[in-house]
Each structure stands twice: as C-alpha cells, then as structure tokens.
C-alpha cells in the first residue's frame, strides 16, 4: 500500500479534528446536546488462531513442502482500525485506516491500509457526490456477490469484515415517488486505473465507467449495473430483494462478464488461456423464527470459476511436482505451480458451484448476551465442505468475545480436502471505542 494514501487518511482524520477545535466557542447551548460534527471510533483486536495441518494435502505440499512436518501450527493477529468523520453543512470527510500485525511461521509482518478515505458533498436532498477511497458495497448477496464488480471480493468465511476500497468519483441522484414506484436512484462512477492509482483493479491507464440504477418497485429492491472502460472486459449485472414477510426475505444477483479469460494448469503442466462469456447468478433467503433464529441460506453459481477436472488436474500436477522434489530435490514444478496458483486457484472460493447456510440463535436458554451460530459452505462439484460451529458473547461493555472453529471435509482431490489445514481454532478479542 502506497504511503501517499495512508498520509491521506491520516490528513483528513487531523483536517477533521482541527476543524472541529476551531468551531468549539465553550459556550453553554442547546448546541452541546446536538449531535456532533466530528465522530472518531474504531476498535483494537487480538486474534489468535490454532491450525490442525493436514500434511498430505496439496496446499500443504505446495506452500511448505521444504518446511519440517508439523500438525500444529501457531498464529497471532493484532489489528487496530481507525474510523473517523466530520460532518459541517453539507461537506463531510470519512476516513477508515486500518493496521494488522501477524506472527507466524514466516516471522512478524505489519501491513497499514486506508481502506476509506473520501469527501462527500449533498448540495440537496436529492443529491451527493463523492471523491476519494471508497467501498461500494453493490450486491445483495450475504457470503457473495458476483456483480460487485467495483469491489474487493468478501471472506465467506466472515462476509461481514471491512475491506479495502477503490479511488473513484461518483454522485447519487435519488427521487421519490407516490404510487408503485416508490423510489428511483441513479449513481455513476468513474474508477482511474493507472500506476500506483487502483492499479490492481486490472489493466492500467484506463478511465473507468461504472452506474447503478435502482428502483423501489412494487416493495422490492432492484439494482442494475455496468462496468466499461477497459481495465477488465464489460459486465453487466441486476440484483434484487424483497420481503415477502416482515420475517422472511429473498434475495438474488445476476452477473454477465463479456470475454473472461481463465488460466488453468493440467496434469502434465501445460497451462492454457480460455476465453468465454459467462454468466454468475446468486440466490438467496433469510429467514427470522419466532424463537429468534436466523438462517442464512444462499446458493452461488460462478461461471468465471473452475471446473472439478480441471481443479483435479491441478491438484494432480502438485503432487508430481511434490515426487519429483522429494527423489531429486528439483522443485521447478512446484514454483511453476505455485505461479498459477496466483491466478483462479487462489481465490477463496475457486470452482463453480457452492451452498452456504448460516444458523444463529440469539440468547438461548435466556443466557443474555449469548450468540451460538453454525456456518456451512458446500461445494456442489466435488462434494467436499467446510462446517464452522461459533460462539459469541457481547455482554461486557465495548467488548466483543467470539470462539470460532471451522472443520474442512473432503476426498482427495476435491477443494477443502486438499486445504493447507483441516481445521482452524481461533479466538476473537475484539474492543470497541
């Protein structure tokens, strides 16, 4: 991450808070009680996590086959993330940085990122504009969305965790409506890509252009959206949402990507270049019981994803490559593995097809405070699944405590069988001010 943009961060916290000095008359007015301009807030966390190595998996091969074999491996993280605003007339400065530090097998790192950082101006009600750092957030989908197609992809594993956004400038024009149309928003972006300017977005020196469209029709949430200009191939994408009871709601996203382009790897270590249209779809229900359950459930079809024979032959190619460096030391096939690995095979989710269920239950056995929830992804291709049984407790002021196990099931060859770990223990003190 570029200094420059931690700097700006930094810049418009200091810029808000120096403003905020300069506006305070220590007079006493009903001014006082009435919400106040700057807000700085964010928390500190400390988050271990125990992993269970499974040592003839292929990850395992791969990322520490010159390593000694352990089953037990160690890992500490410490993150610290800075959220802070200032608000006056109809200006308003957002910043988000945030700071990990991790200690494991390959020693201490400390990474610092402005995940946010940008201006907004609302001349009216009806309109605003932002220029900066920004996450969108498009999508309705919980654990995916396939048409976010301006933001960083989320963690399944935890949908709900801040992430890194893009510089871009937008506007929102928002009009209301009486009768079946309730609501119509149009918002365009405009997304730069070049050095050190979202050039990890895709293909530099490019200008970006991206809208959504949104409708409040007949109680249900629409969302159409584009993304052209170069950087990546056009794409094309709706969502929607609805409640069909003040408990019950349904969601789903449809993503059209023109000319994706797919590296893939077979057995004997010939990698080839496909090139496609493909079509993505999510959907999705939530569902409230009457004893306070909630379930999660979403199925995720990813066109741009790889196919169960070509994950296997992979896999395959890992454990030549994994042979030929225990007989004679050379381990140039597991680099050349390790290379394409950067591409589709190191996504979190890389083949096509998966179910996610999500069950919570708040406050059981009338324990206050108290949240046990389980969390489930399947991978419809081949079979093999991860299942992770938590625990949750808010019930200390500021404080948040969550116990998190994830156990990962599969046959060779298959995605969560062939994971670097078959189960991760971790602990999360989190502390919010």
């Known amino acids: 991450m570029a200094y420059r943009e931690i700097l700006i961060g930094i810049g418009i916290l200091a810029l808000s808070y120096g403003t905020a000095l300069a506006d305070e008359d220590y007079s006493f007015d009903l001014s006082e009680i009435e919400e106040k301009p700057l807000h700085i807030g964010g928390y500190v966390e400390f988050r271990p996590v125990l992993f269970g190595l499974d040592n003839n998996s292929a990850l395992h091969k791969l990322r520490l086959y010159d390593r000694g074999k352990e089953n037990i491996r160690e890992e500490y993280n410490f993150k610290a993330l800075l959220d802070g605003s200032y608000k006056r007339g109809t200006t308003e400065f957002h910043a988000i940085v945030n700071t990990d530090l991790k200690k494991s097998y390959l020693g201490c790192s ?38 976010a197609f301006l933001d960083r992809p989320k963690d399944p594993d935890d949908p709900e965790l801040a992430r890194e956004g893009f510089v871009v400038v937008s506007a929102d024009y928002i009009k209301s409506f009486d009768g079946r149309l309730k609501t119509f928003s149009f918002t365009p972006v405009l997304m730069p890509v070049y050095d050190h300017l979202n050039d990890d977005f895709g293909k530099v020196n490019r200008l970006n252009v991206a809208g959504k469209m949104y409708f409040l029709l007949y109680d249900t949430d629409i969302d159409f959206v584009f993304l052209t200009g170069g950087s990546k191939t056009n794409r094309y994408g709706m969502d929607f949402s609805r409640n069909i009871t003040s408990n019950f709601e349904i969601h789903g996203e449809l993503a059209f990507i023109d000319d994706h382009k797919k590296s893939f790897i077979d057995s004997n270590g010939t990698v080839f270049d496909k090139k496609y249209d493909a079509t993505s779809c999510l959907l999705g229900l939530r569902y409230l019981t009457g004893s306070d359950t909630t379930y999660i459930f979403e199925y995720f079809h990813d066109a741009t994803g790889l196919a169960r024979s070509e994950m296997t032959d992979y896999f395959s190619f890992i454990d030549t490559g994994y042979d030929t460096y225990l007989i004679s030391g050379d381990d140039s096939l597991l680099k050349k593995a390790s290379n394409v690995a950067g591409g589709s095979y190191n996504r979190k989710n890389p083949m096509r097809d998966y179910l996610y269920l999500r069950a919570s239950q708040k406050e059981p056995f009338d324990i206050l405070y108290f949240t046990p929830s389980l969390t489930g992804i399947y991978n419809i291709d081949d079979k093999s699944f991860s299942v992770g049984p938590e625990l949750s407790y808010t019930g200390v002021k500021n404080l948040d405590l969550r116990l998190k196990t994830t156990f990962l099931t599969g046959d060779s060859y298959t995605e969560f069988g062939e994971k670097l770990n078959d189960y991760r223990i971790e602990l999360r003190v989190r502390y919010y001010f």
């Open 110 to 147: 400390e990474e610092t990122t402005l995940y946010e950082g940008y201006m907004s101006l609302r001349p009216s009600s009806a309109f605003n504009f932002n220029i900066g750092k920004k996450t969108l957030k498009w999508g309705k989908g919980y654990a995916w969305n396939p048409m």
